[in-house]
């Protein structure tokens, strides 16, 4: 194990040692997996006193809970920001979405596979890891409003489906099994395939 470097120690703003907490909790999970992410171990590789872990996350189920808020703010910059100028398609939206995606998971790296596993186990994150899905779902609800017809019954429960399957692509990039091109191509099918029949009239 590393020992903590001098940067580790110096003084940062509140923000700023939260970033690097969250960083280096990332390092440890793609490193040594989620069974040994605790606060205490979390401070003592990052250099830090247990007191600012715990100021910083409260418990493990905090810190659980933090890192996945994190993986998702990717994702919600980069899509939104393109979906205000993009055509008015569903082809067009389904590539920005998709890449967004796609890249958020790549910003994420390996460790998000092992955090989904370890939130599902505890049942605080499991609880956010779920209302980050809705958001994402209603994310992509968003996206996609001008260009589909207003059947909210069937698209909440379809756009539900649309982020669990995401998240299955998403992984499989993350694990290496697929590369980034692929990854976004099969994303951008499933979504205009799937999302085409609800497509407005005046929608090509």
Excluded: W
Excluded at 2 to 24: F, Y
Excluded at 38 to 66: C, M, N, Q, W
Excluded at 107 to 134: F, H, I, K, Y
Aim: aromatic share 4%; net charge negative; proline share 3%.
């Amino acid at each position: 194990m590393e020992h903590p470097t001098a940067s580790a120690r110096k003084r940062l703003s509140k923000a700023d040692r939260k970033r690097q907490l969250l960083d280096v909790a990332k390092a440890m999970l793609e490193a040594d997996g989620a069974d040994d992410l605790t606060l205490a171990g979390l401070a003592e590789r990052a250099g830090v006193s247990k007191p600012i872990a715990y100021d910083h996350f409260g418990s493990r189920s905090g810190l659980l809970i933090a890192l996945l808020e994190d993986t998702s703010q990717y994702y919600e910059t980069d899509a939104e920001a393109k979906l205000s100028a993009a055509p008015e398609t569903i082809p067009a939206i389904s590539q920005i979405v998709a890449t967004a995606y796609v890249h958020c998971a790549i910003a994420a790296g390996p460790a998000v596979t092992t955090l989904a596993a370890a939130a599902e186990a505890d049942s605080e994150a499991r609880l956010s890891g779920r209302a980050l899905q809705t958001r994402h779902a209603d994310s992509f609800a968003r996206a996609f409003a001008t260009v589909l017809d207003d059947d909210q019954p069937r698209l909440k429960l379809l756009f539900r489906g649309l982020v669990a399957a995401s998240n299955a692509i998403c992984d499989d990039r993350t694990q290496n099994k697929i590369t980034s091109e692929a990854a976004i191509e099969m994303l951008h099918h499933l979504l205009v395939t799937s999302l085409t029949p609800f497509a407005k009239k005046t929608v090509q």
